[in-house]
Structure formats: C-alpha cells, structure tokens
C-alpha cells in the first residue's frame, strides 16, 4: 500500500509547544522556528552533501523572507538548547555553521 517512515525526536528536544484542541481532539502545535528546528532535525540530508556548494534554504525551497528577526532568535536558542544533545550529529552542527 506504501511505505512509511517512522521518526522520533528526542525527548529532551520535545518542549516549547502548545497544546490546543480541535473537535474536542488535543493536539500539540509548535511555533514556526520550532516546527523548521524540528524538520531539519528529523529530515534526511544526502550523504554527498558538500557544504560549501549546498544552499540548505534553497534545496528545500524554505520561504525564509517571513521569518522574522523575532522568529531567527527563537531558532537560534534551539540550537543552544540542544548542544550536548546535538553533538553527536554532524547534520546538526553543519546547519548552525553556516
């Protein structure tokens, strides 16, 4: 029928979210520094991803012109939040650097 792939944030990256309610149906919604911290973690980058030749907004087509300044520093503390978590993941680091 078609494949699914499961992902799992760690639990010590699953905080700043609201909990809301639709048709009486609970249901957590992120901001949307939170919500692109959280794709970026969870998504699959190629392997032969090269750095200096990989435009990361571009590739995704991330519409980043709304992302406020407001919105930038709520990423960036993600980034500090995570360090020791992030350590070991060298897709991490590579999108804080650059």
């Not at 029928?1 to 979210?17: C, K, N, S, T």
């Not at 709304?66 to 980034?79: D, H």
């Amino acid at each position: 029928m078609g494949a699914f792939v499961y992902r799992h944030i760690q639990p010590e990256l699953y905080f700043d979210f609201q909990i809301r309610e639709a048709y009486g149906v609970p249901y957590a919604q992120a901001s949307v520094a939170k919500s692109l911290f959280d794709d970026l973690y969870l998504r699959t980058l190629p392997v032969e991803v090269e750095p200096q030749r990989y435009n990361l907004a571009e590739e995704l087509r991330l519409n980043l012109d709304g992302f406020g300044q407001a919105e930038r520093e709520e990423f960036a503390s993600y980034g500090l939040k995570s360090e020791a978590i992030r350590k070991g993941v060298r897709k991490m680091r590579w999108i804080w650097t650059n």
